[in-house]
């Protein structure tokens, strides 16, 4: 109740100001979207991204971020978009690994590469010529990896969600 | 109206820190997402199957481990990993306590109590992930699986050359308490685990590990543990040895078939003056291997998994001695086959059947356990 007076008081005091109650509820809605706001890259992360890109697309490119989410581009040379790159993150064992994949205009997939991992386990994910199998086949035919069950699974089920969420998107635009 | 001003300041303040979502409180205070929630355990049926064993031939059927994960990431960078055990039902431990904190891109180093790097189920040992109802007796007599101590550790990966490592100072075992050997010939150092609790500290001792697993489908991995036991009795030498150990292991599967084999020499120094001392048979070479293989009969018929495997395993904590007799009956053979169905990833019902023998005699003695795995991992995805 003592809470309750205080911020009866606190309103009574800034009457005028602002519509602070509109304030404060609009604090307690700001609150769940900040924890669930979008996962921003590291510098590290980024600079990784751009490097792999720049070594991928041997020309002169830009890149743009696409409406579907901040951290998915476009990439344009002479004004035509010759592909897409999304980076996303998904869990390890007990932490997270960045990765980048690269779709085509047509959005086939051309490359995934694992940028940052954090933790001892399941590192095994960024080799590579396994990662390379996703180019190939559907997800749930991958390999599986020995000591790496958590991390492998992760990254199936999350390349698959990509996957199927950048081909609606695809199609909704065109 | 001053103070009215310096109120909507601090309003402001508040509400940008909050949607910056790096606001440490908030982070003391938790978000759902960076719980990480887990979990496995194994509860085991054992049945001496020997017409003629009056000694051994009741059956034990025992939850015998239930371990929950708790995990939290602070943020990217720091993470806390905990693991509580239940073992048979009665007994607790702390399996693993400690901070993870990245220092570069996939480099970390963590802080805390520990698994020792050495060989694969000290590291792996989520039943689900390993054929056999118990863990490989390598991993009990000559790696004293859960081997875990209270260290600081360094580890990484290096993606363009397919390796992951991991370095360690750690506690040792505890050889000698209070005018008594925790060694013993039979189990080796195995009685000397310290597990954080209340762990003498005499000498740190260093571990690390090596893995490959740049060819597909394989992973290779080398181990070392090298330095003292503990002692409760520093002054002396006699309560101590010195401890060597090297690990090599490898992982294969392709397809339907999976295969495993894992190569453990300890060499102890030192133990003639121990077992002098301290009335006790430790050996001064001990030796362990194993090799198994399995295929997945349900490969392209099912999602589910019906793995059929065999394998073969020698242990002996007497390999070689200093000063005392040699026990053959330390030099221990079991055979296996059995059957592992995998209803998911994360659970399975297991069987084996086992055959286990020693130099000493010529006899085998028959064993049947049945099991149910688990094992979890619960993420909030933000």
């Not at chain 1, 869990?91 to 960045?98: Q, Y």
């Not at chain 1, 190939?136 to 000591?147: F, L």
């Not at chain 2, 909050?18 to 496995?40: M, R, T």
């Not at chain 2, 064993?53 to 371990?67: A, F, P, T, W, Y």
Request: include cysteine.
């Amino acid at each position: 109740m003592k809470l309750v007076n205080y911020y009866l008081k606190l309103e009574n005091e800034v009457k005028g100001v602002l519509p602070f109650r509109w304030g404060v509820i609009l604090f307690f809605l700001a609150f769940p979207i900040s924890v669930f706001s979008q996962w921003q890259p590291s510098n590290a992360t980024l600079n990784k991204a751009d490097k792999i890109l720049s070594q991928f697309f041997s020309s002169e490119y830009s890149k743009s971020a696409i409406d579907l989410n901040s951290n998915y581009f476009q990439i344009i040379t002479s004004d035509s978009i010759i592909a897409y790159a999304c980076l996303q993150q998904a869990p390890s064992k007990h932490d997270r690994f960045d990765f980048l994949a690269i779709y085509s205009s047509e959005m086939e997939l051309l490359k995934l590469r694992v940028l940052a991992y954090r933790e001892n386990y399941g590192g095994e994910i960024a080799n590579q010529r396994w990662l390379n199998q996703f180019l190939t086949r559907p997800s749930k035919n991958v390999q599986a990896i020995s000591g790496a069950t958590i991390s492998v699974e992760s990254l199936k089920r999350a390349v698959s969600n990509l996957n199927r969420q950048m081909k609606k998107w695809y199609e909704e635009k065109s | 109206m001053k103070i009215s001003l310096h109120l909507l300041l601090l309003f402001t303040l508040v509400f940008t820190t909050a949607l910056s979502a790096q606001n440490s409180s908030e982070n003391i205070l938790g978000s759902p997402e960076k719980l990480i929630i887990g979990g496995y355990g194994q509860i085991d049926g054992n049945f001496n199957l020997d017409e003629n064993n009056s000694m051994n031939s009741n059956g034990k059927l025992d939850v015998h481990r239930l371990v929950s994960f708790l995990g939290y990431r602070f943020n990217e960078k720091v993470t806390f990993v905990s693991e509580i055990e239940y073992e048979h039902v009665v007994e607790l431990y702390v399996e693993q306590a400690f901070l993870d904190y990245q220092i570069k891109n996939n480099m970390s180093i963590q802080a805390g109590l520990m698994l020792i790097p050495m060989g694969i189920q000290n590291l792996y040992h989520e039943p689900p992930t390993f054929n056999g109802v118990e863990r490989t007796n390598v991993d009990k007599y000559i790696v004293p699986t859960t081997w875990r101590e209270i260290g600081l550790a360094i580890s990484g990966l290096v993606p363009e050359s397919s390796l992951k490592y991991q370095l360690m100072v750690v506690n040792g075992p505890l050889g000698f308490n209070n005018g008594q050997s925790q060694f013993s010939g039979k189990s080796g150092i195995r009685g000397g685990r310290q597990k954080g609790a209340e762990a003498i500290v005499s000498d740190f001792d260093f571990a690390g590990r090596l893995s490959y697993f740049g060819m597909l489908g394989w992973n290779l991995g080398a181990s070392f543990y090298k330095g003292n036991s503990e002692t409760t009795d520093f002054k002396a030498d006699s309560t101590q040895i010195g401890i060597t150990m090297l690990g090599l292991d490898a992982r294969y599967n392709n397809g339907a078939f999976q295969a495993r084999g894992q190569y453990i020499l300890a060499n102890l120094e030192n133990t003639s003056q121990f077992n002098a001392y301290t009335s006790s048979d430790l050996g001064s070479k001990m030796f362990g291997y194993y090799l198994e293989a399995g295929y997945n009969l349900l490969e392209d018929k099912s999602e589910n998994e019906l793995v059929a495997f065999a394998r073969y395993e020698n242990y002996n904590t007497h390999h070689e001695t200093d000063g005392i007799n040699t026990n053959l009956a330390y030099d221990r053979t079991d055979k296996t086959i059995g059957f592992s169905y995998k209803l998911d990833k994360g659970a399975a019902f297991k069987a084996d059947y086992q055959l286990k023998s020693n130099a000493a005699s010529t006899e085998e003695s028959k064993h049947l356990n049945l099991g149910i795995a688990v094992w979890f991992y619960f993420y909030e995805i933000g």
